[in-house]
């Protein structure tokens, strides 16, 4: 299936050429597929899967026993959060990280102490953390900085999270209901450095990002086409814009994307691109995925690399933690508005919300 997503063999090419197809990728779409990438086996993440079906097959009263903390680890209820401006995501998260030698998170079942579910989910950590390093490295010499310049601001196991996403069906007449209010993920960045995003073999579609059309291959055709330039970045203002699916990574593989961090980082090199995810048009099944998200260390302050191992010091600084809490203070106030809207909506019994944007 044509893509404006490019696929990067890790096993393939010198890292120079990886390097600069990274380069490329995250310059125009943002986005790409690794194949091959040496350490996540397609049967780690098979397994990773059953068992994240397993935790969100418990009683509710069960998950919601471990909310999630301030920074998200834990549990997510479905309505809780809203990643986009406009609707509430109608699916349940449960995000497990921030482990230290001075803090352990509580976890339902599958994942008690010394069970083996423990055991593989931290052993797929490790595997994510390991693929990350090395692409934080290639991200730097594509940039002409020394390889370790992102890498070494990551300490993995602080604020970098796996996050287990359940989006669950509906029925027709819930559908129905939620259409104008809620979506399963809405439109938005990520936040941190990077994000790998996996998916099973025969994954639900859904996912779509957010592209000027000429950055697609030709003939290929969008979903929905905008003239709206809403969310244009600087100098396309006047390109026309379209949503596009993305694919289902094949078995082993999984898309890597880049967050708001990192394009601040890269002075604006590597782009945090638009994505959302959509209910079915039809049937109505169940989808899940498992993202990655990679984080800098909170005390990291981040400001443009211009290569040669230099970063402007002209630009204000701002700290990782600093980034992180300012989104996430957004995206909590955003949804307390979201959900008295719905709420004032059910009581009048309104069809059309309007919109908020935090
Ligand atoms: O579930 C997906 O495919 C995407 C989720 C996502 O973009 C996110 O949680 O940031
Ligand atoms: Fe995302």
Known sequence: MSSPIPTIDL???????????????????????????????????????????????????????????????????????????????????????????????????????????????????????????????????????????????????????????????????????????????GEHKDWGTLTLLFQEPNGKPGLQIYLPTSYAPPGLVPISTTNSSEYATPGTENESWAWYAAPVPPPGGFLVNVGLAMELWSGGTYKATLHRVVFPEEETEDRWSIAYFVQPDDEVVIQPVMGAGKVDESVPPITSGELFGSKLRESMERTAALAKQRQEMDRQSIPTPRAIVA
């Open 11 to 185: 096993s393939a090419d010198s890292p120079t050429r990886q390097a600069e197809l990274i380069r490329q990728a995250l310059n125009t779409v943002g986005f790409f597929v690794v194949v091959n990438s040496g350490s996540l086996k397609a049967g780690e993440v098979d397994e990773m899967f059953k068992d994240m079906k397993d935790l969100f097959s418990n009683p509710k009263e069960i998950k919601e026993s471990f909310p999630a903390d301030k920074i998200g680890s834990g549990y997510i209820k479905p309505l809780a959060q809203s990643l986009g401006p406009y609707r509430r995501d109608y699916r349940e998260a449960f995000q497990y990280g921030r482990q230290s030698s001075k803090w352990k998170q509580p976890l339902p079942p599958p994942f008690i102490d010394d069970s083996s579910a423990l055991i593989r989910m931290k052993s797929f950590y490790k595997a994510c953390h390991e693929t990350s390093e090395r692409l934080l490295e290639l991200f730097a010499l594509a940039l002409d900085m020394p390889f370790e310049h992102f890498r070494k601001c990551h300490s993995f196991g602080l604020n970098t999270a796996i996050s287990m996403l359940h989006y669950p069906t509906l029925s027709e007449e819930e559908r129905e209901r939620v259409r104008e209010t809620d979506i399963r993920a």
